[in-house]
């Protein structure tokens, strides 16, 4: 028989099933998978496969590559932000993630909004290189020369709108100098540009251009970041130069999460991620792709985001580069 007590014990279940909503899940509760921007074989690509890894046996789920390279990173980007917000799938973010927001006219996704930021995996240098022929033997000895030059130095680069090309246009601006910007469609073909003498100094990531440094068929001035190479710190960094101690550009990768994914689940990602790359065992294994390992706070990584978008948008609006 139905009677009061069994109509308040039919009261009280009706609010269970939003409770039971509101409560967190266990996470991970399934696999993870890291959407990487870049094809498999490269530095971003190997060091998003070395921290699934770790990461992987932390969390005690698998964590699998799913490389989506092309159209400026605009795939992968759309793919993790119209993913599931629950921390299962997570965006390999980069540099590159800041200059789409200036270099395209519009994109399928907000850089800011649209993903949730976890944390930095680590940077990479930029440097800039002449040949071993070259009468330059310093960093300043080639800002001085095109300084009074105007017009006779020539800077090569990867693509318009590559990071390497708008680190070259920040670096002209910057050191005031007069000089033509030739871009080249990769890596070998602006390095066979500088030792055929097409180009007089090559702006590039450090890490291809290592063999081509240790057989000294080309000779390292210096470094765009904020600390000299910890292999070479003969090496000078751009900011050492007088009128450049404001100068900072390294390239970065970081992992970023859909937009509306929970605080607890971004938080307890960022956590994970900083313990992984503490180890020093993973420190050093970066080290060989050229990578210094570095976590950061979630925070930290969307102020990082947020200064990249605003600078990289002022460089290609300022070197005339037509939106995409």
Same mark, same amino acid.
């Given at each position: ?29 399934? $696999? ?6 870049? @094809? ?16 992987s ?49 519009s994109?399928?996704?907000n $850089? ?43 800077? @090569? ?20 100098l ?32 290592? #063999? ?16 000299? $190479?910890?292999?070479? #710190? ?13 100068f ?10 859909? @937009? ?44 990082l ?8 948008s ?11």
């Amino acid at each position: 028989m139905f009677n009061r007590r069994h109509l308040l014990q039919s009261i009280a279940l009706i609010g269970l099933p939003s409770a039971w909503a509101q409560a967190p899940s266990v996470f991970p509760s399934k $696999p993870l998978r890291i959407v990487v921007p870049f @094809g498999a074989g490269g530095v971003a690509d190997l060091t998003a496969r070395a921290v699934a890894q770790k990461l992987s046996e932390n969390l005690g789920q698998a964590v699998v590559i799913d490389n989506r390279p092309g159209a400026g990173g605009i795939v992968a980007g759309e793919l993790v932000a119209k993913a599931a917000p629950d921390g299962h799938t997570l965006l390999l973010m980069s540099n590159g993630t800041a200059v789409s927001a200036g270099l395209f006219k519009s994109l399928p996704f907000n $850089p800011r909004t649209d993903f949730a930021p976890v944390s930095l995996l680590g940077l990479f240098d930029i440097a800039v290189v002449v040949p071993e022929s070259s009468p330059f033997k310093t960093l300043a000895e080639l800002v001085s020369f095109g300084r009074a030059n105007p017009g006779k130095l020539n800077i @090569g680069t990867i693509n318009i709108g590559s990071t390497q090309h708008l680190a070259a246009e920040l670096f002209r601006t910057q050191a005031n100098l007069i000089s033509q910007i030739i871009p080249y469609n990769g890596t070998p073909a602006v390095i066979n540009a500088l030792r055929g003498g097409q180009v007089d100094v090559v702006v590039e990531i450090l890490g291809p251009l290592k #063999p081509q440094i240790a057989a000294k068929a080309v000779r390292l001035l210096g470094v765009m970041g904020a600390s000299r $190479p910890k292999d070479q #710190p003969q090496v000078p960094v751009v900011q050492e130069l007088p009128g450049l101690s404001s100068f900072n550009v390294s390239s970065w990768n970081a992992l970023a999460a859909p @937009g509306k994914t929970p605080k607890a689940v971004v938080d307890r990602l960022s956590a994970e991620v900083a313990k992984v790359l503490s180890d020093p065992d993973m420190v050093q294994r970066l080290a060989g792709f050229n990578v210094q390992a570095k976590a950061s706070t979630p925070a930290q990584l969307a102020q990082l985001l947020d200064t990249d978008i605003k600078r990289w948008s002022e460089v290609i609006q300022k070197a005339g580069i037509p939106q995409q």
